[in-house]
């Protein structure tokens, strides 16, 4: 069963000045300086020997993302280190076994994609500890002299070593990181530097590497020249990395991850569609029908997420004593066969190879994007265009949604409006960084159009599942009273957001008129 643990930490080295070596360049000085500090206690020194796992061209270490059997010290087995933010990341933590666990590899797969993982580095390590401890005993940061021995495994550079020593600072559980700063600032005076390294092992794959091999991430991105190509380009490259980075968050089961993994999908697709004048076409459009796919995929999951939690917040404002028959039950039952099947089809498709030729698809149309003669043009005369075009899309659909008496055939039209203006704030938003100020307030204005459609979309959901609710429970032989209370707010509600509706849109059409996007 994987143990998850979220880690804290920092690390520093001597300065490039030391005159001293190894261990004498990383002497702790006196921590019950720091403030908060009451004593120090000394843990004693572990040996620690661990094998690090990458894909040969080192696409785990590229997102600095780190696998590891480790035997030695009181956390023996397998640790999967999957980043946060900075100086943060998630342990997850596997029994000691020969092989890398499946359920690791599997939180690896958005990156490595069909490739294996082999052995790349070898890194064996003395670890002096000392906790630091408050007044009340209490344990405020873990704080350990590391003097590491790095060796490179398989090819190229088979058997290149590197040594070094380095402290690494980790707070405690639920600490306040305001206190690594504490122990950061003593450091600092002591002669030591924050690390150039983001972990042990990006030290030793730069220190034992060929000259003419570094991990992809080390090498410095090409200078933006401020066409249209440069910024499609760049937003593509974000939303793809945000797939890739949601996808183990979504195997965790971890909050809102489902949904984040469907904006990046849908973004990339509304990306290619919007600016063809920048890509060719004949080389997105199958990419954007995969995206599609997997959109579709997700949002059976994400849907019910969205779903489940209206239905129990309309519950939770009704009084108990309109709550009538076993209604919170019913919808527990309805709600857990849901998750279960819902979530069963998100791991399936990212399970499948489908998904995997649509990852390798992405990043070899990133690597070399079918760049059309408008992609060489200045961003601000290109990508206006492209946004007015989707906006027009959008002006359109709304118009028709808006002249439909109410029902079905409005419901479906404003379904589809709310999908243009989804596209409409995407584009703005890829626009942004080329169009500054004029860009961010458009896409404001078209995300409270899209936000209104999408609660109005929500409640015609809704109400057709309460209907079913409704239905199941009569023949059961329940009372249906509640669920019919719950169709008519949901009702009302409706109907207030399409009164409200017209005023939205002319808003945002008002503020259109006004914008200048250039171009």
Do not use: C, N
Not at 96 to 108: F, G, H, I, N
Not at 269 to 284: E, I
Not at 478 to 486: I, K
């Amino acid at each position: 069963m994987a143990d998850t643990k979220r880690e804290t930490e920092r690390k520093y080295e001597a300065s490039a000045d030391a005159s001293a070596k190894a261990h004498d360049e990383t002497r702790l000085p006196d921590l019950t300086k720091v403030a908060g500090v009451s004593s120090v206690r000394d843990e004693g020194v572990a040996e620690l020997d661990a094998v690090y796992y990458d894909t040969a061209d080192l696409r785990l270490a590229a997102d600095s993302v780190t696998l590891r059997r480790r035997t030695g010290g009181a956390d023996a087995g397998w640790h999967l280190k999957l980043p946060v933010s900075p100086d943060v990341r998630d342990e997850i933590r596997e029994p000691l076994t020969d092989d890398p666990p499946p359920s690791l590899v599997a939180l690896t797969r958005s990156r490595t994609r069909a490739e294996p993982v082999v052995p790349v580095v070898r890194l064996r390590s003395v670890r002096d500890v000392r906790h630091l401890l408050g007044a009340r005993g209490e344990l405020l940061a873990e704080v350990s002299v590391d003097t590491v021995t790095a060796q490179r495994l398989g090819v190229p550079a088979s058997g290149a070593t590197t040594q070094w020593t380095e402290i690494e600072v980790e707070l405690a559980d639920q600490g306040d990181p305001a206190f690594l700063d504490a122990v950061g600032k003593k450091l600092r005076k002591a002669g030591l530097r924050p690390s150039t390294s983001a972990s042990k092992l990006a030290r030793a794959l730069k220190d034992t590497a060929p000259s003419w091999q570094k991990p992809e991430k080390d090498r410095p991105d090409p200078p933006a020249s401020g066409t249209a190509g440069d910024h499609v380009l760049a937003y593509l490259r974000a939303q793809y990395e945000s797939l890739v980075a949601h996808d183990p968050a979504v195997r965790r089961d971890l909050p809102d991850s489902v949904h984040q993994m469907r904006v990046a999908t849908r973004r990339l697709r509304s990306a290619f569609r919007t600016y063809r004048k920048v890509l060719d076409r004949t080389v997105t459009d199958p990419v954007a029908a995969e995206l599609k796919w997997l959109a579709r995929e997700l949002g059976v999951d994400r849907d019910q997420e969205v779903l489940d939690a209206r239905l129990h917040a309309r519950i939770d404002d009704v009084p108990e004593t309109l709550l009538m028959g076993p209604v919170r039950g019913r919808l527990r039952v309805w709600s857990v066969a849901g998750r279960e099947s819902s979530r069963a089809k998100t791991l399936a498709a990212l399970d499948s190879r489908r998904y995997l030729d649509l990852l390798t698809a992405l990043h070899a149309l990133l690597a070399d994007p079918p760049l059309r003669p408008a992609a060489s043009r200045p961003a601000a005369r290109v990508l206006p265009k492209a946004v007015r075009k989707d906006y027009g899309r959008l002006a359109r659909r709304m118009e028709s949604a808006l002249s439909l008496p109410h029902g079905q055939e409005r419901d479906r039209a404003l379904h589809s409006a709310r999908k243009a203006a989804k596209r409409t704030r995407y584009a703005a938003d890829a626009a942004r960084p080329a169009l500054g100020k004029p860009a961010k307030r458009f896409s404001k204005r078209v995300k409270a159009v899209q936000s209104a459609l999408g609660a109005h979309q929500d409640s015609v959901v809704a109400r057709e599942t309460l209907r079913t609710l409704g239905a199941q429970a009569h023949a059961a032989g329940e009372t249906a009273f509640t669920w019919g209370l719950l169709y008519g707010r949901e009702e009302a509600a409706a109907e207030a957001g399409q009164r409200e509706l017209p005023r939205v849109w002319k808003r945002a059409a008002a503020g259109k008129s006004r914008a200048d996007l250039g171009g």
